[in-house]
């Protein structure tokens, strides 16, 4: 059985993903192997092992069984060759910047970044590495600022908390083109709405925390390789994991550089959790993204509301790019309030929706965008990216809808 067998659907090819490989005493799911080290009969294998000639697993902090089952689900789910698996999303992000950089390279990003992600950048622009924030959502922003130097793209799908969607097919043939990498975040709308493979990505990062796990029980990220980049043209792969098939010389090196040496080690606690999660994943997405047009379009006509952001909205600026691009418009949206409703107010109000930073969850969960995840940058940043003091982020989940328009419904009315 090969998980990825072509006439097996998205859920039915992740469900039985496991059982692809031996799984001990006959277990549907892999079990937790809790071992840190890892003993061999003959040192000849172990040798092998830590030169990368044969598959194995030698020390904890590079991975093991049950991390390496949840890492071939993640590479199913997103039509790759490889995948590594972190402690974080952040952690799979900084990873890929750390390993596929140097100081006088250049990178361009999207300058509607997550706020801990533009941070991320900002810290590895005083570390040497230049980077262009642009409007992702224009192709001609990203080509205009693209240097001899530049290494990497990097976007989001669509972008947390305003929900621009960035002008994914187009930067992807613009990258090819020039032979730049091509790194595409694609935790804000999950490998059940979206592929970046299909783009023309190099690599795709998921924050598996997310709506991969989706119960807000584990931590976790993941960096894939697609196999569409010629590694051979890139100036930082190091010598000595130039070695077997080409594709996966980018995926061993971010696993040695990115995750061994800077010990961003995903539990296996973590991983099962995950990897169990990700077996409903297109359920609990169909659910919550029918949830979040329903509650966007009731707000967008509320008179208490002066703006939706939600791709799913004829509205939105890049509501047709969307439709095109992905199965849905996501689960999460942001929307202003008008002048003289409190934010906060508002929020204390909500019974059902809980009030938390996470997203993702099957909860739907809220936060007052200005005063929390986007304080540390300031008004005017915020300005500038088109954060308003008022805007709430809505991460929907999978509640009866009636219940969650009820709720907004009550709490803008009382």
């Not at 002008?167 to 059940?192: F, H, K, Q």
């Not at 976790?220 to 010598?239: E, K």
Request: glycine letters at 8%.
């Amino acid at each position: 059985m090969n998980a990825t067998t072509p006439q097996r659907g998205f859920t039915t090819a992740i469900l039985h993903s496991d059982r692809a490989q031996t799984i001990e005493h006959g277990a549907l799911h892999k079990p937790l192997h809790l071992s840190v080290a890892y003993g061999y009969r003959d040192a000849n294998d172990l040798a092998a092992v830590f030169q990368n000639r044969q598959p194995g697993h030698v020390y904890g902090r590079q991975g093991n069984p049950t991390t390496s089952a949840l890492e071939a689900k993640v590479t199913a789910m997103e039509g790759g060759v490889a995948s590594v698996a972190f402690a974080t999303g952040m952690a799979s992000i900084g990873a890929v910047l750390l390993t596929l950089t140097a100081g006088g390279d250049h990178v361009v990003a999207s300058r509607f970044l997550f706020g801990n992600t533009a941070s991320m950048f900002q810290t590895l622009e005083a570390h040497g590495t230049r980077v262009s924030f642009v409007d992702a959502t224009d192709v001609a922003a990203v080509e205009a600022a693209l240097t001899p130097q530049t290494r990497l793209v990097f976007v989001e799908t669509i972008a947390n908390p305003r929900t621009q969607v960035a002008d994914l097919a187009r930067i992807g043939e613009l990258c090819a083109r020039r032979g730049i990498v091509y790194v595409v975040d694609n935790t804000m709308t999950s490998p059940w709405l979206f592929r970046p493979i299909e783009v023309g990505a190099s690599l795709v990062v998921n924050a598996l925390t997310k709506y991969i796990g989706g119960h807000g029980n584990a931590l976790g990220g993941a960096v894939t390789d697609t196999g569409l980049y010629d590694w051979t043209r890139h100036p930082r792969i190091v010598d000595s994991y130039k070695t077997g098939d080409a594709k996966r010389w980018a995926i061993l090196q971010i696993r040695k550089k990115g995750l061994r040496d800077w010990g961003g080690t995903l539990s296996p606690e973590q991983a099962h959790h995950l990897a169990v999660g990700a077996e409903t994943l297109a359920l609990r997405m169909d659910r919550q993204c029918a949830n979040a047009l329903a509650l966007a379009r009731f707000l967008e006509r509320h008179p208490r509301v002066r703006a939706v952001h939600y791709p799913g909205l004829a509205s939105h600026a890049q509501h047709e790019l969307a439709s095109r691009l992905f199965r849905a418009a996501g689960a999460l949206f942001s929307f202003e309030l008008g002048d003289g409703v409190d934010t906060f107010a508002f929020l204390n109000r909500l019974a059902v929706v809980v009030l938390s930073s996470n997203l993702g969850d099957n909860r739907t969960l809220a936060i007052p965008v200005a005063q929390t995840i986007f304080w540390e940058m300031g008004r005017e940043r915020r300005q500038a990216m088109g954060i308003a003091e008022s805007l709430v982020r809505v991460s929907v989940g999978i509640e009866d809808e009636a219940d969650l328009l009820a709720d907004f419904a009550q709490a803008l009315e009382t």
